[in-house]
């Protein structure tokens, strides 16, 4: 999987969590581009993603992603 397909899966979990079929996100998306995105919505967040692509983020990396490139990153090197 290339980082374009990513993207691609991780957009359509991003519209599922937040109940927003307009978001289009980009590896510079960050919380601040995203409405209803808080804290709690984080973890919603987080939770799809590591559903999504069988995967399980540790705390160093959730506190420390800044943006979905960082995501995407992360996800990469997993799968």
């Given at each position: 999987?290339?980082?374009?397909?990513?993207?691609?899966?991780?957009?359509?979990?991003?519209?599922?969590?937040?109940?927003?079929?307009?978001i289009?996100?980009?590896?510079?998306t960050?919380?601040?581009?995203?409405?209803?995105?808080?804290?709690?919505?984080?973890?919603?967040?987080?939770?799809?993603v590591?559903?999504?692509?069988?995967?399980?983020?540790?705390?160093?990396?959730?506190?420390?992603?800044?943006?979905?490139?960082?995501?995407?990153?992360?996800?990469?090197?997993?799968?």
């Amino acid at each position: 999987m290339n980082k374009e397909e990513l993207l691609e899966r991780l957009t359509n979990v991003f519209r599922s969590v937040f109940d927003d079929e307009e978001i289009n996100i980009t590896e510079s998306t960050t919380a601040a581009d995203i409405e209803d995105w808080d804290s709690l919505e984080h973890i919603n967040l987080l939770v799809a993603v590591e559903q999504e692509f069988n995967i399980k983020f540790n705390m160093n990396e959730v506190s420390n992603m800044k943006n979905v490139g960082e995501m995407v990153d992360i996800i990469l090197s997993r799968i």
